[in-house]
């Protein structure tokens, strides 16, 4: 550990006229800083550079910045990008536009990342149709390694940090307009497969644990894995949106400070927003987000975070992409428009690609 050494002079000679006195046994022990004032530091770094030049300062730094919502607070989002030729993959930070060439175990040839989920966790697969699944912290290189997936899906969801819950952490894998689900919890050897109907559009975990599911009919169904329990409709669980499922390309489940929504995407692009009213059992138009931005991914919903925070995110937003490799999307609820973003960094995969696009949200950890 370093010392910052204060001027000093020595103790056999007086100060010259003018000057102070000044002990050259004054240190100051960057060591001795307490937690609030280690934390107070943290929620200053807004880069993940940063984060790892405080982590590696020394092990009570690196204790003080291990992955949690507090430690992370000041982190802007990211996005998983893919270098080319190397096909190894970066992260972008886009308040910055800056990419981050940290390099991942593994090249995009041999595995796939499908999201990011609690604790700091990146999803990666094979491209097998039974696909050896992976969790690995960006954070401190841990893994977690789960049962092969006897069926082929595109969405992951994780019902809690893998970590902290342990084996009541539920691992769900489905696809989109199926009716298979799979799930395991961490620790299992294999996973249970259940057939449900009708089929699925999308699923989060939400609040209280348990799974909501939403029908092509905008229909709320919801269960208890835990208990192993199927899937039943919600009270009312019908639309009660003024827009017909039919007017919209797709729809996903998302959730935004405390309430579930569904973002309901139009064919001319854009959104219509739509919240579920627990007491009702009715979805209710929602003509913004609190404040809150919220980010689609490849697959589906990724997450929410508050804009007043300095992150330089936008409030009452959209940020979604697409198949493109080198763009994304803002939609603003308020003003009804689209902007279209791009990396405009050199060395990058551009143009259409089958390979999903991950929003990596670090303050959420």
């Known amino acids: 550990m370093e010392f910052v050494k204060r001027r000093g002079f020595s103790s056999t000679s007086p100060p010259r006229a003018g000057e102070e006195e000044v002990s050259d046994t004054k240190r100051r022990d960057w060591a001795s800083l307490t937690p609030p004032l280690l934390l107070a530091v943290l929620h200053r770094l807004d880069s993940l550079e940063d984060f790892f030049a405080f982590r590696g300062v020394c092990r009570a730094w690196r204790s003080a910045a291990a992955p949690s919502v507090d430690a992370l607070a000041g982190q802007s989002p990211l996005l998983l990008l893919t270098r080319f030729p190397s096909y190894t993959e970066a992260f972008f930070d886009l308040p910055r536009r800056r990419l981050y060439r940290f390099r991942l175990p593994w090249s995009v040839h041999s ?3 499908l999201a990011f989920v609690p604790g700091g966790h990146l999803v990666t697969a094979t491209h097998s149709s039974k696909s050896k699944i992976l969790l690995w912290n960006i954070f401190t290189q841990s893994q977690i390694r789960l049962p092969t997936a006897p069926l082929p899906f595109r969405r992951v969801l994780l019902s809690s ?15 989109k307009g199926g009716s298979l689900i799979q799930y395991s919890r961490i620790g299992d050897s294999v996973w249970t497969i259940r057939d449900s109907d009708p089929s699925i559009e999308d699923m989060i975990f939400f609040r209280d644990g348990n799974l909501y599911a939403l029908t092509a009919t905008m229909q709320l169904l919801v269960a208890d ?19 017909p499922a039919s007017a919209h390309y797709e729809q996903f489940l998302a959730e935004a400070g405390g309430n579930m929504l569904v973002l309901c995407h139009r064919f001319q692009r854009g959104f219509d927003v739509f919240r579920w009213d627990f007491k ?13 931005a919220v980010f689609l991914g490849s697959t589906g919903f990724a997450g929410s975070i508050a804009t007043g925070t300095g992150l330089g995110i936008r409030g009452d937003c959209i940020y979604y992409v697409g198949r493109r490799k080198d763009a994304w999307y803002v939609f603003s609820m308020e003003e009804q428009t689209i902007e279209v973003l791009s990396p405009d ?4 995969l551009k143009g259409e690609s089958a390979m999903e696009t991950v929003w990596v949200l670090p303050s959420l950890c």
Request: net charge positive.
């Open 345 to 348: 960094s050199p060395g990058l």
């Open 225 to 243: 894995l835990s208990a192993d329990r199927d899937f039943h409709p919600l009270r009312n669980g019908s639309a009660a949106a003024p827009a």
């Open 161 to 175: 940090d893998p970590v902290t819950a342990g084996h009541h952490c539920v691992v769900l894998l489905f696809s």
């Open 111 to 113: 595995r796939r990342s």
């Open 280 to 292: 009702s059992g009715r979805w209710v138009e929602a003509l913004d987000l609190g404040g809150r």
